[in-house]
């Protein structure tokens, strides 16, 4: 099926200018300031940063579910308002429907879409399998571990083949063991789709191990964002020199040894 190809390089963002700020107590919050940045088709970028940065200010952002004061989005050279096709989102909790079976979880964004219930679930059994569940398929999202719930979010937005898929911490609420094994999956899903992925994490790991850059965003906007390029071979080993000098080198960025 030609529909099942990965887009490789299409979904390229680009952030111009990018202002937010919030009303708090009569006064305005700045959240972001003045944002450029370009992302590249199929690349992966982590945004890390300290709590309350923006980050997932940002994320909402380039989403659609937030517009921004000043600035724009732009997704393979057009501007975007509000959410698209093109793009999924992956949050912290996978919020799936408690009345339906995975199979039906997973498919029902293509149903909604008018895709007809046949075909959905065919599109719908390859990306469970992808995420090494066809034998849940059937199961009901309560009879799920945490992880394996968080997949079905994975499938679920990769279903409807996105070019950009946005993830705002989305092993956060996972036991360490389940994070690593996690991570692992979404590295190989990354290669075998080809999509381009933003994620947000508070793991310096985890952004080390997945991303070709990171992100950082400061406190205040004290500091203009960097940009780190995270130059290792992959498939990565935590403990291999390189990933220790780059993981030193980011904990440095936030003051950290
Ligand atoms: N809807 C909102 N209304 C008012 N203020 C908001 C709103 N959403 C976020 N903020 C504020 O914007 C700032 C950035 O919030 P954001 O959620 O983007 O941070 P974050 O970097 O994702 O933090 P964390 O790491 O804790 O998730 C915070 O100070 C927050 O209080
Ligand atoms: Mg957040």
Sequence with gaps: MTDLQPSILRGEVKVRGLSKSYALNRSSLSVLRNLDLDVNGGEILAIVGPSGCGKTTLLRVLAGLESPD??????DGHPV??????????????????WLTVLENVAFGLEV???????????????IHLVGLTEFAEAWPRQ???????????ARALTVQPEILLLDEPFGALDA??????????????????????????????AIFLADRVLVLSRDNSDPARLIDVDLPRPRDRSEQGFVAMRRRLMAEFGLH
């Design 113 to 127: 879409r008018g895709v007809p219930a046949a075909q959905a679930r065919e599109r719908a059994r390859h990306y």
């Design 177 to 206: 063991m389940t994070k690593l094994t996690m991570q692992e999956e979404l590295a190989r899903i990354w290669r075998e789709e080809g999509v381009t992925m933003i994620l947000v994490t508070h793991d310096l790991e985890e």
């Design 70 to 75: 000043r600035g724009e989005v732009l997704i």
């Design 144 to 154: 799920l571990s945490g992880g394996m719930a968080q997949r079905v979010g994975i």
């Design 81 to 98: 308002a509000g959410v698209g096709r093109e793009r999924a989102v992956i949050f912290q909790e996978p919020r799936l429907l408690p």
